[in-house]
């Protein structure tokens, strides 16, 4: 089993749309959850970042952490042709300082 | 967020060569990291560095790799002799702790 698995989609989905980007993970020690957006052979952006479970809004992000489950998701609302990227789920252990990367989710909004 | 430039943005060497990535935090930074990218894969952790020593590293920093702040604002990975295979985006991300690192653009290294 991958230690963090997220969907590579591409997600295609028109302008306006509420987005709905997701990973699970299978390392239990991780409680640190970020969230990165990637434009093609640019460096990763953080976009926002959570401690252990629960929600964080962010303008018309949201990201939300179950750790019960081992799942997280980040919720775009009225999503725009500029979200168009690859989003990509990074986490961490307490006392570590290496990020562990999904593979990215390929998000395309049409106008 | 914090900002870091990296130079080159495109390296072409030949197999066997040595090459210096560098990269340049705008503002002081407490710690730096390495990381590569190659192509169509996930991104993948190197090295961190704080207090001017390697803090953590992975099975793929061997000793092929080593990096360092020759004067204290550059930060640098070093590939003394390069493979067909470390052909990747590498980029250095900076950070004041080590839940929110910030990256850089990259540097995108061709072996031939």
């Known amino acids: 089993q991958k230690e963090v698995e997220q969907d590579p989609g591409p997600l295609s989905v028109p302008e306006g749309a509420i987005v709905s980007l997701n990973c699970t993970y299978s390392n239990s020690a991780f409680q640190y959850f970020m969230w990165y957006r990637q434009y093609s052979r640019k460096g990763p952006e953080l976009l926002m970042y959570?401690?252990?479970?629960g929600n964080k809004e962010d303008g018309r992000f949201t990201a939300q952490v179950d750790k019960s489950s081992k799942y997280i998701s980040l919720f775009i609302r009225d999503s725009q042709p500029s979200d168009s990227a690859t989003y990509l789920c990074?986490?961490?252990?307490?006392?570590?300082?290496?990020?562990?990367f999904g593979t990215g989710t390929r998000l395309l909004v049409s106008p | 967020e914090p900002e870091v430039t990296q130079t080159p943005s495109h390296q072409v060497t030949q197999m066997g060569q040595e090459v210096i990535l560098r990269c340049v935090p705008i503002s002081n930074h407490l710690y730096f990291y390495w990381y590569r990218q190659i192509l169509g894969q996930k991104v993948e952790f190197l090295v961190s560095?704080?207090?001017?020593?390697?803090?953590?590293k992975s099975e793929i920093f061997d000793d092929q790799f080593s990096v360092e702040r020759p004067d204290g604002s550059n930060f640098t990975l070093k590939i003394r002799s390069t493979k067909l295979e470390d052909s990747a985006m590498y980029f250095c991300a900076i950070g004041q702790n080590s839940y929110e690192q910030y990256f850089g653009p990259g540097t995108r290294l061709t072996v031939t």
């Open positions: 959570t401690y252990s479970s």
């Open positions: 990074a986490m961490k252990g307490t006392g570590f300082q290496k990020l562990v």
């Open positions: 560095f704080y207090n001017n020593e390697i803090s953590e």
